[in-house]
Nanobody
Framework: QVTLVESGGGSVKSGGSLRLTCQVH????????LAWFRQAPGKEREAIAA???????TYADSLKGRFTIYRNDAAYTTDLQMDNLTPEDTATYYC??????????????????????WGQGTQVTVSS
């Protein structure tokens, strides 16, 4: 059984930074994709970034440049560095895992790809 646990959320002022971490527990696939998503109240879930074990990344165009995904397979973690945050970034942030290579685009996530495992989410609140 695979479980994902996010940490690092909190409150920050506009222009600030936060770094989220997701720890993967349990059996994992030989090759797997790690990704970050977010969901704001009243809005649909939004993909942020995904990363393969070989270092290839894919980002949502609207967030690339302010958000950076990292991955450490030895520690079974993925981090999301978030810079120059604005109140519009307020949301619950989730990490997710799927088998195989990441899809080349995550906006939207292709119908053929299934992020099977999800964390419980961590809240990020950005005040002006």
């Amino acid at each position: 059984q695979v479980t994902l646990v996010e940490s690092g959320g909190g409150s920050v002022k506009s222009g600030g930074s936060l770094r989220l971490t997701c720890q993967v527990h349990g059996y994992i696939y030989r090759r797997y994709c790690l990704a970050w998503f977010r969901q704001a109240p009243g809005k649909e879930r939004e993909a942020i970034a995904a990363m393969d074990s070989d270092g290839k990344t894919t980002y949502a165009d609207s967030l690339k440049g302010r958000f950076t995904i990292y991955r450490n397979d030895a520690a079974y973690t993925t981090d999301l560095q978030m810079d120059n945050l604005t109140p519009e970034d307020t949301a619950t942030y989730y990490c997710a895992c799927g088998e195989g290579w990441c899809p080349r685009s995550i906006t939207p996530v292709p119908a053929y790809y299934d992020f099977v495992h999800w964390g419980q989410g961590t809240q990020v609140t950005v005040s002006s």
